[in-house]
Nanobody, 121 residues
Framework: QVQLVESGGGLVQAGDSLRVSCAAS????????MGWFRQAPGKEREFVAA????????RYADSVKGRFTISRDNAKNTVYLQMNSLKPEDTAVYYC??????????????WGQGTQVTVSS
């Protein structure tokens, strides 16, 4: 079992930056690929970014490419999502997820409870 706890969400203005974190329990964190997803009100949950267990490979949604960066610190059992040049359309609940393989779909085994990110115009 892996438990995931997101933090770092908040209210920012358009153009600002924000970093959200996801802390994982367990001693096998480095064996899991990690993903970030988001869900805006009235919309389906969508893929944002993902990273392999070693951190050597990353994937991004086209909508965030060049603005968001996913990274991880396996010594701290934590994955991060650095979000720059935020836009109002980035407003959503952000979820982290853990799985055995890197994926851009919902096929992750464990999910956090989410953290709210609100970008005002």
């Amino acid at each position: 079992q892996v438990q995931l706890v997101e933090s770092g969400g908040g209210l920012v203005q358009a153009g600002d930056s924000l970093r959200v974190s996801c802390a994982a329990s367990g001693r096998t964190f480095s064996t899991y690929a990690m993903g970030w997803f988001r869900q805006a009100p009235g919309k389906e949950r969508e893929f944002v970014a993902a990273i392999t267990g070693s951190g050597g490979t990353t994937r991004y949604a086209d909508s965030v490419k060049g603005r968001f960066t996913i990274s991880r610190d396996n010594a701290k059992n934590t994955v991060y999502l650095q979000m720059n040049s935020l836009k109002p359309e980035d407003t959503a609940v952000y979820y982290c997820a853990a799985g055995r393989i890197l994926s851009i779909d919902y096929s992750y085994d464990y999910w956090g409870q989410g953290t709210q990110v609100t970008v005002s115009s």
